[in-house]
């Protein structure tokens, strides 16, 4: 392509001009952005009289410091000449050469700069004349990593001329005064879309150029062709025009849809016989069916960038996304927590994740403020383009509060400092902690939008979550025993040659568990299946519906059935009693525990110690989404469940979910299950220690658990001493920091009234409920929508959790309102039957085969007609 010498830097957000680099003569090193239009911008170094060596390349640091892609320095002196020799070693390829006039007949003066070979990007080489023998020996004296530039002075050129030089590989310099358009400016004669096509080649017989239209992320949006004529048009306006092959003539994309495009470079590729057009496409897209590109649905971070964008202008009323973009505070602390995730990340997954997390909320503030993807990577490629370095070292402070929480995680007492010096005992480093405190929101004073907003539990990207779950459970599927143990390496960095316990369990591992531990088990679980085992009716139900028709219900226990324990951040063997005693007492013939294993690989005791209670034959150390899959399809050594059941975190979920819909895995779940909540309805006459001792038993969960405290008008000295009950007892608790980060996900309601209370209760249908009100037995029957309720001050819901007999395995998400939790009935299957008798069947047949012949099904009409007309036979 040709190349553009001018004496101004080219404006950022000017309409396209230029179809090559630009060569910038002046010297304007601050008027420059490395993001602007163009092919690149190239600064001449102004060399004046006395400067040294050292203060030529200062001056050509600066101007690649300021963004341009390469300097040219003409070697008019040995002071360029060795300035250019330290920027080519230590800058390649960021270095052009202009040789000094007389040079016009050959590149022999090259030899005498030998330095540079392989390290030069350009020549700028002045000649007498463009004839094709001329510039072709030209090109094979030049070293084939430099490119050569011919500079005909102040000739004429035409496009025969751009033409014969580009078919060579060489490049020509145009003067902007010749570059341009009649109606802009009397001395142009070159148009620059005509020029850049004048470089091409095509062998198709209709002289058209395959065109890849792309956004500024280089997402290809579709496949258009361009013609010389399409080619200058988008030159001329700056926007995407192509030739049009079904109906001829040019086709300006958007012209009648709205979906225009500003085009910001075009580029050819290797052979020049195709091209790329870089393009800002408006909506709803490139497509004509209305989707951003040709190619299916966008992914990735450009598609995020779009739906926030939607978000902002048309946000859902009470969506996250919507809360995000109007409380900054929010906002913020959200970017604050997920860098600290990040940098507590370890294992390659979570550090992906942890990644993400950050890149959403970070580009939600650069939405929220009109910032841009390609704004964003302007910047990244203005940096790159910087030859000088900051040394990049952290604020001072930063990294001591990083040691300090190192220090409090392992115990140490000492903070050390980066230069591994202990820090001065009077100034003890701080590690700056979010306030464990609720917000507070008035019923009376929110609108609808925002009453509805309250009801949103913390949002889960299911797909992005399926998306991952997905090979995981394909791999167990495909690969079995052996996927399973690469998973557990991977996910739970434990190595095992078996991920399998077969009954009877070592006992070594039940003697690991305390005795106070066993007994606390025991008595726990005599409780769990004292109340299960009074849901069981051995009964049948027996109907007679009419004379001789008796229908009957009955009850079967499901025969293999999977329960899933979680580990991860706690050791849940009050789960694996939970789940596996109302399974013992439904009479399942084959259990199976699956639950992560410690770090050393072995299972948790106290989970052993339960299994072995509950009569399980099989404990599969992995914990989720391949435990799931390997209970829902069997291995080897896994057997295959009819059911699986269990909470666990996101993954778990949507394996649950989707193994519910394969065929191939033909099982049932228990229901789907999103983080632990919590809501509290309590008065002025309930003890604020309490209250605040409950919300903390469910904040502690996760750092996705949500608890809510519905405050029936309360008075100010309540509210104030809940917030300070929470700050007491939150910041004494060990898993504090959890906590902190639940807790800003959730708040406080205040209400007017005990019915308003429960209204919202109902709405919201939480996992768990607790009443902290006078006579709360009397709201019960108000209640439609809970997983279990607490009911007074002395029902806290950790014995719920623990040992009073219900079970504590429940519906989360507000799935309360149409889920119930664990209970026996989930390990069991109902079977009906009927009777009838020949009188029975004289009386009803009539009823059947009417139905039967409306609905158009003669078989079944036939096999009732042909018994009534044997009993009917016989009465005659």
Not at 358 to 363: G, K, M, R, S, V
Not at 441 to 467: F, Y
Not at 603 to 627: F, M, N, R, S
Not at 678 to 705: C, F, K, R, T, W
């Given at each position: 392509?040709f ?11 000017s ?12 010297s304007?090193?601050?008027g ?6 163009g092919?690149?911008v190239?600064?001449?170094?102004t ?12 001056k050509a ?6 963004g ?8 008019n002196?040995?002071?360029?000449l ?11 390829q960021?270095?052009?050469?202009r040789l000094?006039n ?5 590149l ?9 070979a ?7 080489l ?6 094709a023998?001329g510039?072709a020996?030209?090109?094979?004296e ?18 025969s ?7 060579t ?6 003067r902007?005064?010749v570059?341009g ?7 142009a004669?070159?148009?620059p879309?005509?020029?850049f ?15 890849v239209?792309?956004d500024e992320?280089?997402?290809a949006l ?22 049009s ?6 086709w ?14 075009i580029?050819a ?14 909506d709803?897209g490139f ?14 971070i ?8 939607s978000r ?9 996304t ?13 970017i604050i ?14 550090i992906?994740?942890e ?14 403020n009109?910032v ?5 990577e302007?910047h ?7 030859v000088?370095?900051r040394?990049?070292d952290?604020?001072?402070g ?25 820090a001065p ?7 700056e902690?979010?306030e ?12 609808e ?15 992005e979550i ?12 495909e ?5 399973l143990?690469?998973l557990?390496?991977k ?14 369990f070592?006992q070594?591992l ?5 005795p ?10 005599a409780?769990?299946a004292?109340?299960h ?6 009964s049948?139900?027996s ?8 229908c ?18 706690a ?10 005693v109302?399974?013992m007492v439904?009479g ?21 110690y339960?299994?072995?209670?509950i ?9 989720g989404?391949?435990?799931v ?5 069997g291995?080897?050594s896994?057997?295959k ?6 909470p666990g ?18 099982i049932?779940i ?12 309590a008065?002025?006459?309930s003890?604020?220690?309490?209250v605040?001792s ?22 100010s ?14 910041e ?5 920091d959890?906590?902190r980060v639940?807790?800003s ?9 005990r ?5 919202f ?11 902290h009100?006078e006579?709360?037995?009397s ?11 607490f ?15 219900t ?11 149409m ?7 989930t ?18 047949g ?18 009732v007609a ?8 016989k009465k005659?």
């Amino acid at each position: 392509m040709f190349v553009v010498e001018s004496n101004q830097v080219p404006e950022p957000d000017s309409r396209m001009t230029i179809g090559g680099p630009v060569l910038v003569t002046g010297s304007c090193v601050g008027g420059y952005r490395a993001n602007g239009l163009g092919h690149g911008v190239w600064a001449t170094v102004t060399v004046a009289d006395g400067d040294s060596t050292d203060e030529v390349t200062d001056k050509a640091v600066a101007l690649l410091d300021a963004g341009f892609d390469k300097v040219c320095l003409q070697l008019n002196s040995s002071r360029s000449l060795a300035a250019a020799a330290s920027i080519a070693q230590a800058y390649p390829q960021r270095i052009a050469l202009r040789l000094w006039n007389g040079d016009s007949t050959s590149l022999s003066k090259l030899a005498s700069v030998s330095p540079f070979a392989g390290q030069l990007h350009a020549v700028i080489l002045a000649v007498d004349s463009l004839s094709a023998p001329g510039v072709a020996a030209l090109v094979a004296e030049c070293p084939k990593s430099t490119r050569l530039v011919l500079d005909i002075g102040g000739s004429a050129v035409d496009y025969s001329d751009i033409a014969t030089v580009s078919k060579t590989g060489a490049s020509l310099l145009l003067r902007d005064s010749v570059l341009g358009y009649t109606a802009d400016s009397p001395t142009a004669t070159i148009e620059p879309g005509r020029a850049f096509a004048a470089c091409l080649n095509t062998d198709r017989p209709d002289g058209l150029f395959a065109t890849v239209i792309v956004d500024e992320q280089r997402t290809a949006l579709g496949v258009a062709y361009s013609s010389v004529e399409s080619i200058a048009e988008s030159f001329r306006t700056a926007t995407g025009v192509y030739q049009s092959r079904s109906r001829g003539g040019l086709w300006v994309k958007g012209l009648t849809s709205g979906a225009t495009q500003r085009v910001f470079r075009i580029d050819a590729d290797c052979d020049k016989d195709a091209l790329q057009f870089v393009v800002n496409q408006q909506d709803p897209g490139f497509c004509h069916l209305n989707t951003r590109t040709c190619f299916g649905p966008d992914s990735g971070i450009t598609a995020l960038e779009a739906t926030l964008r939607s978000r902002r202008a048309n946000a859902p009323a009470g969506s996250y996304t919507a809360r995000l973009f109007n409380d900054t505070n929010l906002l913020h602390a959200k970017i604050i927590e997920e860098a600290s995730e990040l940098c507590e990340a370890t294992d390659k997954d979570e550090i992906a994740w942890e990644a993400a997390d950050l890149i959403y909320f970070a580009l939600v503030k650069a939405v929220a403020n009109g910032v841009s993807l390609a704004d964003i990577e302007g910047h990244l490629e203005k940096r790159a383009k910087k030859v000088t370095r900051r040394a990049g070292d952290a604020k001072p402070g930063a990294l001591e509060k990083i040691a300090a929480a190192a220090a409090s995680k392992t115990g140490q007492d000492k903070v050390v400092s980066a230069t591994t010096t202990a820090a001065p005992a009077a100034q003890p480093a701080v590690i700056e902690k979010q306030e464990i405190k609720l917000r507070i929101h008035s019923h009376s004073s929110l609108s609808e939008d925002e009453k509805s907003a309250l009801l949103q539990r913390p949002i889960l990207d299911l797909k992005e979550i399926s998306s991952r779950v997905t090979p995981i459970v394909q791999a167990v599927r495909e690969r079995g025993d052996d996927a399973l143990v690469e998973l557990t390496a991977k996910f739970d960095n434990v190595k095992l040659t078996s991920t399998v316990l077969k009954a009877p369990f070592p006992q070594h591992l039940i003697d690991e568990v305390k005795p106070a531990v066993k007994a606390a088990i025991d008595v726990a679980f005599a409780n769990i299946a004292a109340f299960h085992k009074a849901q069981v009716s051995d009964s049948t139900l027996s109907v007679e519906t009419m004379p001789g028709v008796v229908c009957s219900r009955f009850s079967r226990p499901i025969d293999r059935v999977g329960l899933y324990v979680p580990g991860g951040t706690a050791i849940l063997p009050s789960t694996t009693l939970m789940l596996g005693v109302p399974a013992m007492v439904a009479g399942c013939k084959e259990i199976v525990v699956a639950s992560p294993p410690r770090k050393d690989g072995t299972p948790v005791p106290e989970v052993v110690y339960v299994a072995d209670k509950i009569g399980a034959g099989t404990i599969v150390l992995a914990g989720g989404a391949q435990a799931v899959a390997a209970m829902a399809y069997g291995t080897k050594s896994v057997p295959k469940v009819d059911k699986i059941v269990g909470p666990g975190n996101q993954y778990v979920t949507a394996a649950k979910m989707a193994l519910q819909n394969d065929t191939q895995a033909m099982i049932a779940i228990d229901m789907p299950a999103g983080p632990s909540e919590l809501l509290v309805i309590a008065d002025n006459d309930s003890n604020p220690a309490y209250v605040v001792s409950d919300l903390l038993s469910q904040a502690e969960h996760g750092v996705d658990s949500q608890v809510i405290l519905v405050a029936i008008a309360p008075t100010s000295e309540f509210l104030a001493a809940i917030q300070h009950e929470l700050a007491t007892q939150g910041e004494a608790l060990p898993r504090r920091d959890i906590v902190r980060v639940s807790i800003s996900k959730s708040y406080i309601l205040t209400v007017e009234s005990r019915d308003a209370a429960l209204e919202f209760s109902n709405k919201y249908a939480p996992e768990h409920l607790i009443l902290h009100i006078e006579q709360p037995e009397s709201t019960i029957p108000q209640i439609q929508n809970a997983g279990s309720i607490f009911v007074g001050p002395w029902s806290p819901e950790s014995c719920g959790d623990y040992a009073s007999g219900t079970n504590h395995t429940l519906p989360t998400y507000g799935y309360a309102r149409m889920y119930s939790g664990v209970n026996t009935d989930t390990f069991l299957k109902h079977i009906t039957s009927q009777t009838l008798t020949m009188e029975g069947l004289d009386l009803l047949g009539d009823t059947v085969t009417t139905l039967a012949e409306i609905e158009g099904l003669e078989a079944h009409r036939n096999a009732v007609a042909i018994r009534l007309k044997d009993i009917r036979a016989k009465k005659i």
